[in-house]
C-alpha cells in the first residue's frame, strides 16, 4: 500500500502542520505503508522522509537520504533550492531566488535542463543529458561536475548557514496605524442557534510606526486576519479605536469621501493567494490602469505601467497579459505592483509567500524588502512562517485566540521566548531538532498556553 500526500501543509500554520506531518507518520506506520510525500517545503520533506528525490523540470536531478541532503547537496539545484530557503534562527542579509525559469521538459529532453541557470555549467554539460550517477551510499546526481564543484558548493552552504547579520532599524517616529482596545465577536446567525460566538479580538492594541516592519503570528483563528480586516475597513470592530495616519478610522462609514479618500491611499495589502487576487478577464496593463486612474494625478499611464512592472521586475510586455498566463510569483508580483501603485504608506501583506515555492517565495520577500527600503512604507506582515517573519519583521506580535500573548523585536522573542505559547510555536517548526534527535511538534491544547 502506499499513500500518497501532494502538498498536504500548504498554506497550514506551524502547529496544524505539525498535527498533519504527525497523523501521516502514525497512519504510514500503523498500516505499514510507503509514504510518497510531494512538497516544496525542504523542512518539510526533512522532517518527515528517509529519501528525497528532487525533481527539475520533468526529471529527477538528485536522490539521496533526507539528512545527508539537508547538509551536502549533489546538484546545484538542490544547493539552490537550500539556499533560497530562510532560516529561522538568524537573519540573512540577501534572500538567494533561482535566477531565470524552469524550461518545459521537453525543450531540454537531450541537454541538462539545469544549465541554463547554473553557475558552474560548462559546454559539456550541455552536449548531452547527463544521466543519474552514484555520488555516495544510496545517493545519485545528474551532474556531470560534482567532483569538480562539490567542496565549492559545500563551502556556499557552510557560509550561508554560518552567516549572521542584524536588520537596520528604523528609528521610532509618529505611528502610521495605531489599534487600541479592539474587540471582535463574530456571532451566528438566528438560524445557526446551536453555533456559539467566537472571540476573534480581545482587548488587542498594537502601534505600528513609520518605516517599520511588524509582524503578526499565531495559529489559524488566532486573529491575524480579522486585525488587516479591521484596519482595511472590510470588518468593523465592537468597540475600540483604529486611527490610520491620524485619522479615527474605526468605522469607515463614519469617515468623509476625503478621509476616505486619504485612508485608501494610505493603506494598501498583497493577499495570500495569487491566482484569487487578480481579475481574470483583464490584463496586467488595465488592472494596473484602473488603480492609476483612482490615484489620480497620472499624466501617462503607458510609462507608468511600465514603471511599476519594472519595480517588481517584470518587463513591460507583461502588462498584455492575462492573469492566466503568469505563473503564482509573477501573479504575487502584479499583486505587489497595484497595492503600491497607490504609494501607500503602510502595506499590508496577509500570508503573501505561503502558497509560493522556495525560489519564488525568496524573490517576492526580496521584492519587498526592497521596495520597503526604496520608499520607507511601514508593513504589518501577517504570516504562520516563522522562517519568514524573521527576515522580514523588526518586531513581532504574538497571537493566541485573539489576544496578544507576546511582543517585542523579532530577534528577541524568536532567539528567546518568555512566552509557553510562543516556545510551542517554535518547537512545530519542521525541521527543528531536539536534543534527543526528534523533532518536537507539541500544538497547544483546548487549555491554551501554560502561564
Known sequence: EVLIADEPTTALDVTTQAEVLQLLKEIQQRRGMALILITHDLRVAFSVCDQIQVMYAGSVVEQAPARELMTVPAHPYSLSLLLAEPPVDHYVELLTAVPGAVPPADAVARTCAFAARCEWARPGCTSARPPLRPAGTGRASACVRLDDIHEEMQHRLTSRQRATSTPARPEKGTPIASLTDVRKTYRPARLLRSARAVTALDAVGIEIFAGESVGLVGETGSGKTTIARTILGLTKPDSGTIRLGGIDASSYRALSREQTRQVRRMVQAVFQDPYASLNPALNVGSTLREVLKVRGDCTDPQREVADLLGLVGLPPGYGQRRPALLSGGERQRVAIARAIALRPRLLICDEPVAALDVSAQAQVLELLRDLRRRYGMSM????????????????????????????????????????????????????????????????????????
Open 380 to 451: 504589518l506582515f501577517i504570516t504562520h512562517d516563522l522562517s519568514v517573519v524573521r527576515q522580514m519583521t523588526d518586531r513581532i506580535v504574538v497571537l493566541y485566540r485573539g489576544r496578544i500573548v507576546e511582543t517585542g523585536e523579532t530577534s528577541a522573542v524568536l532567539g528567546g521566548p518568555r512566552h509557553a505559547y510562543t516556545r510551542q510555536l517554535l518547537e512545530a517548526v519542521p525541521g527543528r531538532e531536539a536534543a534527543d534527535g526528534e523533532a518536537q511538534h507539541r500544538p497547544p491544547g483546548d487549555d491554551g498556553p501554560a502561564r
